[in-house]
């Protein structure tokens, strides 16, 4: 035995000598942290966080790909319990790594600024946060750096609007996720648990709710005071499904009338027995008793005014929603885009295609008008304000004066068509843009007639 200990101890000496040789062509960043392990490990990963918040993973992939391979050395190399000068080490070179990638991604900048600022609004929104779309993120990445040759070359117009496009979706589906995961998780499981069949009308009102948050992000992803309501509503409809499948699957049989009345009470008797409470203490006469009465009679009054307004709000939610679907069936995404602001619907028209500096609408744009009013004659329309938009190529108050002359062409077309709604307009010039002026493409889209419908309640 003690001849094999003269022969492996030897060799393990020879061995480190190659692998520490093999590392020592490796430039080495100097450590804050000195000889302490653990310090040098969190040093780090605080590095490469930094690196990954400046997107140095697809500015300088090759060099922040080695930094991650030597930092797991050197974790791995913690937790096998290696000497601690190896672990220094390959911390060093990590950090190292990182530093490099930082200068790399300095010489690409003028090559990819703008993309990456809209992979960096993505990353913002929380793509993190989901393994699904962290994957879609890389296959977007991969994409982009095969386009440039590693970010070496400039992208083509084409090929950057499509690669940009891919990131402003991966956006929206980040605020997506971040926002209704919960509520999307409550549905997906009373679902598995045939909802459809123990609980239609919970379901029904929770999966509208939840597309019309959907949608609403979908079209302003960073806009919180647009989408906020919706995502309320439908965080709200989910948690009353996810309590009222509760109520049924604990009591085999329950109908969902009763499910919902049960729920409904445990959420008075909750709220009543803080109010018991409270007022207990100061119970000094039969007057307060009465007055207490008083009080939960007003409340009774307000729980069921409040509940006819949700009626009419559910009822307003499910025309629209029907609106949306037809919608999307009859016009193309190239032609107008719907959706829900608020207790308003919005047809954003984008192809009235007049002519520069002319509000006569061309003939093969009325079809448009026409379908459009098809669909705002079965909403029960109360009122349809037309908006006229224009980009800020002229002056203020050209744009001011053209938006409205196109939005009254609008309206009166409109008009003609007697869609049984009161018709108003309005012309807001360049002032309400939805996209960057400084592109012919985001001056294109900020040239637009908005259709904003108020329905009957």
């Known amino acids: 035995m003690s001849m094999l200990k003269k022969l492996i101890s030897p060799l393990s000496i020879i061995i480190m000598l190659v692998v520490l040789t093999s590392c020592s062509s490796l430039r080495k960043a100097e450590l804050a942290a000195g000889n302490d392990p653990d310090k040098a490990i969190a040093e780090v990963v605080k590095v490469m966080s930094t690196a990954q918040q400046a997107q140095l993973d697809v500015l300088a992939d090759e060099e922040f790909s080695q930094g991650l391979t030597y930092l797991n050395e050197a974790k791995q190399g913690k937790k096998q319990g290696d000497l601690p000068e190896t672990i220094l080490n390959n911390a060093a070179i990590a950090k190292a790594f990182f530093e490099d990638a930082g200068k790399t991604a300095k010489t690409k900048e003028a090559f990819s600024e703008r993309i990456i600022e809209a992979r960096g609004a993505a990353l913002k929104a929380g793509v993190r946060k989901s393994d699904a779309l962290v994957s879609s993120m890389k296959a977007i990445d991969n994409d982009l750096k095969s386009e440039t040759d590693n970010l070496s070359r400039v992208l083509s117009p084409e090929d950057f609007a499509v690669i940009q496009k ?148 559910a009822s307003t939610q499910v025309r629209f929603q029907q609106a949306m679907d037809e919608a999307r069936k009859v016009l193309s995404q190239d032609d107008a885009l719907v959706y829900q602001q608020g207790n308003k619907l919005v047809f954003r028209l984008k192809r009235i295609n007049f002519q520069s500096g002319a509000a006569e609408i061309p003939e093969f744009s009325k079809l448009l008008i026409a379908k459009t009013n098809a669909i705002i004659k079965k909403l029960d329309a109360d009122k349809v304000v037309v908006q006229g938009h224009t980009d800020s190529i002229g002056s203020t108050q050209v744009n001011k004066k053209l938006s409205t002359q196109r939005a009254n062409a609008v309206a009166n077309y409109l008009y003609t068509l007697k869609g049984g709604y009161k018709l108003q307009y309005v012309g807001y010039g360049e002032a309400h843009p939805i996209s960057s002026n400084e592109t012919a493409a985001g001056r294109a889209t900020n040239r637009r007639v908005d259709l904003v419908v108020s329905v009957k309640q």
């Open 166 to 313: 891919q990131y402003f979706d991966l956006e929206a589906k980040a605020v997506q996720f971040t926002q209704l995961n919960s509520a999307n998780k409550a549905i997906t499981d009373a679902l598995e648990n045939d909802a459809d069949d123990l609980a239609p009308d919970s379901l029904r009102t929770a999966s509208l709710d939840y597309k019309t948050a959907m949608n609403m992000i979908a079209q302003s992803p960073r806009s919180p005071d647009i989408y906020r309501k919706s995502v309320d509503e439908a965080l709200a409809s989910s948690t009353q499904l996810y309590n009222v499948m509760n109520v049924i699957l604990g009591a085999k049989g329950t109908p969902e009338n009763i499910a919902v009345q049960i729920v409904n009470q445990k959420k008075a008797l909750g709220e009543l027995s803080g109010n018991v409470g409270k007022l207990e203490a100061n119970l000094e006469s039969a007057n307060q008793t009465l007055q207490k009465k008083e009080g939960e009679l007003k409340r009774t009054e307000g729980v069921l005014k409040s509940q006819e307004e949700q009626l009419a709000m």
